[in-house]
Protein backbone atom coordinates (compact mmCIF):
# COMPACT_ATOMS: atom_id res chain seq x y z
CA UNK A 1 0.00 0.00 0.00
CA UNK A 2 1.10 3.61 -0.72
CA UNK A 3 2.24 5.58 1.89
CA UNK A 4 0.19 8.82 2.18
CA UNK A 5 1.23 11.64 4.88
CA UNK A 6 -2.06 12.25 7.23
CA UNK A 7 -2.66 15.06 9.50
CA UNK A 8 -4.45 15.99 12.04
CA UNK A 9 -5.54 12.21 12.49
CA UNK A 10 -5.41 9.84 15.77
CA UNK A 11 -5.17 6.38 15.66
CA UNK A 12 -8.44 5.51 12.93
CA UNK A 13 -8.60 7.73 9.59
CA UNK A 14 -11.57 9.32 8.11
CA UNK A 15 -11.90 10.21 4.75
CA UNK A 16 -14.56 11.21 2.86
CA UNK A 17 -15.81 9.89 -0.56
CA UNK A 18 -14.56 13.54 -2.32
CA UNK A 19 -11.39 13.51 -0.05
CA UNK A 20 -10.49 9.94 -1.50
CA UNK A 21 -11.31 10.79 -4.55
CA UNK A 22 -9.22 13.75 -4.50
CA UNK A 23 -6.53 11.72 -2.80
CA UNK A 24 -6.73 9.30 -6.07
CA UNK A 25 -6.17 12.18 -8.42
CA UNK A 26 -2.87 13.45 -6.58
CA UNK A 27 -1.28 9.76 -6.81
CA UNK A 28 -2.30 9.61 -10.44
CA UNK A 29 -0.20 12.51 -10.86
CA UNK A 30 2.78 11.21 -9.61
CA UNK A 31 3.11 9.78 -13.18
CA UNK A 32 3.42 12.78 -14.86
CA UNK A 33 5.95 13.77 -16.71
CA UNK A 34 8.24 16.42 -15.19
CA UNK A 35 11.32 17.62 -17.08
CA UNK A 36 14.59 15.31 -15.68
CA UNK A 37 12.35 13.57 -13.19
CA UNK A 38 12.07 16.02 -10.63
CA UNK A 39 8.72 15.84 -9.80
CA UNK A 40 8.75 19.64 -8.28
CA UNK A 41 5.24 19.19 -6.70
CA UNK A 42 3.61 18.70 -3.76
CA UNK A 43 -0.63 18.41 -3.16
CA UNK A 44 -2.53 19.15 0.28
CA UNK A 45 -6.45 17.74 0.09
CA UNK A 46 -8.29 19.16 3.37
CA UNK A 47 -11.82 17.74 3.26
CA UNK A 48 -13.66 19.15 -0.88
CA UNK A 49 -10.24 20.98 -1.38
CA UNK A 50 -7.20 20.16 -3.20
CA UNK A 51 -4.31 22.70 -3.46
CA UNK A 52 -1.25 21.63 -5.88
CA UNK A 53 2.05 23.80 -4.58
CA UNK A 54 5.71 23.55 -6.37
CA UNK A 55 8.30 21.94 -4.26
CA UNK A 56 11.07 25.10 -4.64
CA UNK A 57 13.65 22.58 -3.00
CA UNK A 58 13.49 20.51 -6.71
CA UNK A 59 14.04 22.96 -9.00
CA UNK A 60 17.36 22.72 -10.72
CA UNK A 61 19.77 25.30 -11.01
CA UNK A 62 19.15 26.14 -14.92
CA UNK A 63 15.85 26.99 -14.34
CA UNK A 64 16.19 30.49 -11.72
CA UNK A 65 12.15 31.66 -12.28
CA UNK A 66 11.27 28.50 -12.23
CA UNK A 67 9.84 28.07 -15.45
CA UNK A 68 10.39 24.39 -15.79
CA UNK A 69 8.87 23.64 -12.61
CA UNK A 70 5.59 25.19 -13.35
CA UNK A 71 5.16 23.52 -16.46
CA UNK A 72 5.83 20.44 -14.98
CA UNK A 73 3.33 21.13 -12.35
CA UNK A 74 0.72 21.86 -15.20
CA UNK A 75 1.44 18.19 -16.05
CA UNK A 76 0.33 17.20 -12.87
CA UNK A 77 -2.56 19.19 -12.64
CA UNK A 78 -3.82 17.66 -15.60
CA UNK A 79 -2.98 14.22 -14.65
CA UNK A 80 -5.44 14.78 -11.20
CA UNK A 81 -8.20 16.36 -13.93
CA UNK A 82 -8.33 13.50 -15.88
CA UNK A 83 -8.86 10.76 -13.26
CA UNK A 84 -11.57 13.08 -11.51
CA UNK A 85 -12.91 13.73 -14.82
CA UNK A 86 -12.70 9.79 -15.23
CA UNK A 87 -14.04 9.60 -11.35
CA UNK A 88 -17.30 11.43 -12.41
CA UNK A 89 -16.06 14.19 -10.04
CA UNK A 90 -16.98 18.10 -10.80
CA UNK A 91 -14.29 20.88 -9.88
CA UNK A 92 -13.68 23.98 -10.52
CA UNK A 93 -9.99 24.91 -10.87
CA UNK A 94 -8.36 28.73 -9.52
CA UNK A 95 -5.25 28.91 -11.32
CA UNK A 96 -2.88 30.88 -9.42
CA UNK A 97 0.80 30.29 -10.66
CA UNK A 98 3.44 32.59 -8.51
CA UNK A 99 6.84 30.79 -9.05
CA UNK A 100 9.30 31.15 -5.81
CA UNK A 101 6.06 32.84 -3.98
CA UNK A 102 4.41 30.94 -0.76
CA UNK A 103 1.51 29.49 -1.78
CA UNK A 104 -0.51 26.96 -4.36
CA UNK A 105 -0.07 27.29 -7.97
CA UNK A 106 -3.50 25.81 -8.50
CA UNK A 107 -7.00 24.86 -6.32
CA UNK A 108 -9.24 22.10 -6.85
CA UNK A 109 -12.40 22.57 -5.47
CA UNK A 110 -15.38 20.23 -5.59
CA UNK A 111 -18.51 20.97 -7.10
CA UNK A 112 -20.84 17.94 -7.09
CA UNK A 113 -20.97 14.88 -9.13
CA UNK A 114 -20.38 15.21 -12.91
CA UNK A 115 -21.04 12.96 -15.73
CA UNK A 116 -18.19 10.22 -16.41
CA UNK A 117 -15.81 11.47 -19.44
CA UNK A 118 -15.35 7.90 -21.62
CA UNK A 119 -12.63 9.94 -23.18
CA UNK A 120 -11.07 10.73 -19.80
CA UNK A 121 -11.13 6.78 -18.68
CA UNK A 122 -8.86 5.93 -21.63
CA UNK A 123 -6.88 9.06 -20.47
CA UNK A 124 -6.18 7.53 -17.06
CA UNK A 125 -5.61 3.86 -18.27
CA UNK A 126 -2.82 5.39 -20.71
CA UNK A 127 -1.39 7.67 -17.55
CA UNK A 128 -0.99 3.85 -15.95
CA UNK A 129 1.27 2.36 -18.88
CA UNK A 130 3.06 6.24 -20.57
CA UNK A 131 6.60 6.06 -20.15
CA UNK A 132 9.28 8.31 -21.94
CA UNK A 133 10.41 6.65 -24.52
CA UNK A 134 13.31 7.59 -26.61
CA UNK A 135 13.54 4.13 -28.68
CA UNK A 136 14.29 4.08 -32.23
CA UNK A 137 10.54 5.24 -34.23
CA UNK A 138 9.34 2.34 -35.99
CA UNK A 139 8.67 2.85 -40.26
CA UNK A 140 5.01 3.24 -39.12
CA UNK A 141 3.35 6.39 -40.33
CA UNK A 142 1.63 8.34 -37.62
CA UNK A 143 -2.38 8.36 -38.88
CA UNK A 144 -3.18 11.71 -40.09
CA UNK A 145 -6.38 11.77 -37.77
CA UNK A 146 -4.01 11.20 -34.60
CA UNK A 147 -2.09 14.55 -35.81
CA UNK A 148 -5.12 16.47 -35.38
CA UNK A 149 -6.29 15.08 -32.32
CA UNK A 150 -3.20 15.95 -30.58
CA UNK A 151 -3.62 19.49 -31.65
CA UNK A 152 -6.93 19.93 -30.46
CA UNK A 153 -6.22 18.84 -27.35
CA UNK A 154 -3.25 21.31 -27.08
CA UNK A 155 -6.08 23.74 -28.04
CA UNK A 156 -8.60 23.13 -25.75
CA UNK A 157 -5.72 23.27 -23.00
CA UNK A 158 -5.17 27.12 -24.13
CA UNK A 159 -2.14 26.45 -26.02
CA UNK A 160 -0.66 25.20 -29.68
CA UNK A 161 0.62 22.41 -30.93
CA UNK A 162 3.13 23.14 -34.18
CA UNK A 163 4.73 20.32 -36.12
CA UNK A 164 8.39 21.01 -36.93
CA UNK A 165 9.57 20.33 -40.63
CA UNK A 166 12.99 21.03 -42.18
CA UNK A 167 15.98 19.36 -42.58
CA UNK A 168 17.20 21.02 -38.98
CA UNK A 169 14.05 19.01 -37.55
CA UNK A 170 15.65 15.86 -37.81
CA UNK A 171 13.05 12.96 -37.76
CA UNK A 172 10.14 15.65 -38.84
CA UNK A 173 10.88 15.34 -42.13
CA UNK A 174 9.83 11.54 -41.87
CA UNK A 175 6.30 10.49 -41.63
CA UNK A 176 6.71 8.35 -38.65
CA UNK A 177 8.40 10.21 -35.94
CA UNK A 178 6.94 13.82 -35.67
CA UNK A 179 8.73 16.55 -33.45
CA UNK A 180 6.63 19.37 -32.53
CA UNK A 181 6.56 22.29 -30.15
CA UNK A 182 3.99 23.32 -27.96
CA UNK A 183 3.75 27.49 -27.77
CA UNK A 184 1.60 29.39 -25.52
CA UNK A 185 0.29 33.39 -26.40
CA UNK A 186 2.69 34.89 -23.27
CA UNK A 187 5.51 33.78 -21.24
CA UNK A 188 4.22 34.27 -17.90
CA UNK A 189 3.32 31.78 -15.06
CA UNK A 190 0.01 31.42 -16.22
CA UNK A 191 1.42 30.58 -19.49
CA UNK A 192 3.69 27.97 -18.18
CA UNK A 193 0.79 26.11 -16.24
CA UNK A 194 -1.10 25.91 -19.54
CA UNK A 195 1.93 24.59 -21.52
CA UNK A 196 2.40 21.78 -18.72
CA UNK A 197 -1.58 21.41 -19.04
CA UNK A 198 -1.38 20.91 -22.89
CA UNK A 199 1.56 18.88 -22.71
CA UNK A 200 0.30 16.58 -20.64
CA UNK A 201 -2.94 16.10 -22.27
CA UNK A 202 -0.74 15.69 -25.79
CA UNK A 203 1.39 12.83 -24.05
CA UNK A 204 -1.43 10.85 -22.83
CA UNK A 205 -3.94 10.98 -26.11
CA UNK A 206 -0.80 10.21 -27.74
CA UNK A 207 -0.63 7.21 -25.37
CA UNK A 208 -3.52 6.35 -25.46
CA UNK A 209 -2.96 5.92 -29.26
CA UNK A 210 -0.76 3.74 -28.99
CA UNK A 211 2.51 5.70 -29.70
CA UNK A 212 5.73 6.49 -27.81
CA UNK A 213 6.74 10.44 -26.82
CA UNK A 214 9.13 11.96 -24.76
CA UNK A 215 9.67 15.58 -24.30
CA UNK A 216 12.03 18.30 -22.82
CA UNK A 217 12.65 21.80 -21.79
CA UNK A 218 12.04 24.71 -24.47
CA UNK A 219 13.40 27.59 -22.33
CA UNK A 220 12.99 31.11 -24.69
CA UNK A 221 16.08 32.61 -24.33
CA UNK A 222 17.83 29.59 -25.77
CA UNK A 223 15.32 28.59 -29.01
CA UNK A 224 17.50 27.16 -31.58
CA UNK A 225 17.39 28.65 -34.87
CA UNK A 226 16.12 26.43 -37.02
CA UNK A 227 13.31 26.02 -34.48
CA UNK A 228 12.29 29.70 -35.27
CA UNK A 229 12.08 29.16 -38.70
CA UNK A 230 10.00 26.65 -38.20
CA UNK A 231 7.28 28.42 -36.64
CA UNK A 232 4.87 30.59 -38.34
CA UNK A 233 4.78 34.76 -37.42
CA UNK A 234 2.62 34.85 -34.76
CA UNK A 235 3.05 30.97 -33.26
CA UNK A 236 3.91 32.32 -29.55
CA UNK A 237 6.78 31.30 -27.01
CA UNK A 238 7.98 27.91 -27.44
CA UNK A 239 7.42 26.29 -23.86
CA UNK A 240 8.18 22.30 -24.80
CA UNK A 241 9.16 20.45 -27.30
CA UNK A 242 7.55 16.83 -28.02
CA UNK A 243 8.50 14.03 -30.00
CA UNK A 244 5.71 11.03 -31.34
CA UNK A 245 5.60 8.05 -33.39
CA UNK A 246 5.42 4.20 -33.33
CA UNK A 247 7.76 2.91 -31.10
CA UNK A 248 10.53 0.27 -32.24
CA UNK A 249 10.19 -3.50 -30.85
CA UNK A 250 13.51 -3.13 -29.71
CA UNK A 251 14.54 -2.67 -25.92
CA UNK A 252 12.16 -1.92 -22.36
CA UNK A 253 11.07 1.42 -21.16
CA UNK A 254 11.97 1.03 -17.28
CA UNK A 255 9.70 3.25 -14.88
CA UNK A 256 11.62 6.34 -13.86
CA UNK A 257 11.35 6.23 -10.33
CA UNK A 258 8.69 8.13 -7.90
CA UNK A 259 8.98 10.00 -5.06
CA UNK A 260 7.61 8.21 -1.50
CA UNK A 261 3.93 9.55 -1.86
CA UNK A 262 4.20 10.72 1.61
CA UNK A 263 6.57 13.60 0.72
CA UNK A 264 4.55 14.60 -2.12
CA UNK A 265 0.80 14.31 -0.88
CA UNK A 266 -0.99 15.31 2.66
CA UNK A 267 -4.24 15.03 3.50
CA UNK A 268 -6.01 16.21 6.83
CA UNK A 269 -7.81 13.44 8.25
CA UNK A 270 -10.53 13.35 10.92
CA UNK A 271 -10.61 11.08 14.11
CA UNK A 272 -12.81 8.35 13.22
CA UNK A 273 -13.84 8.38 17.29
Request: hydrophobic share 45%.
Amino acid sequence: MVAIHYTGAGAAVRLGEVSRALTRAALAAMEAPSFHNTQPWRWHIDGERAELTADHRRRLPDDPDERQVTISCGAALHHALVVLAADGIGVEVDRCAQPRVPGPVAVLRYTGPAAREPRAERLRRAIAVRRTDRRTIADEPVPVATVRLLRAVAEDAGAHLHLLAGPEAAEATAPYARRAVITTAGDRPHDWLVAGEALSAVILNAAAEGLATSAEACPPTAVPPWLRRSLPPGAGCPAALVRFGVAGRIGAVPRPPLRPAAEVIEVVARDAF
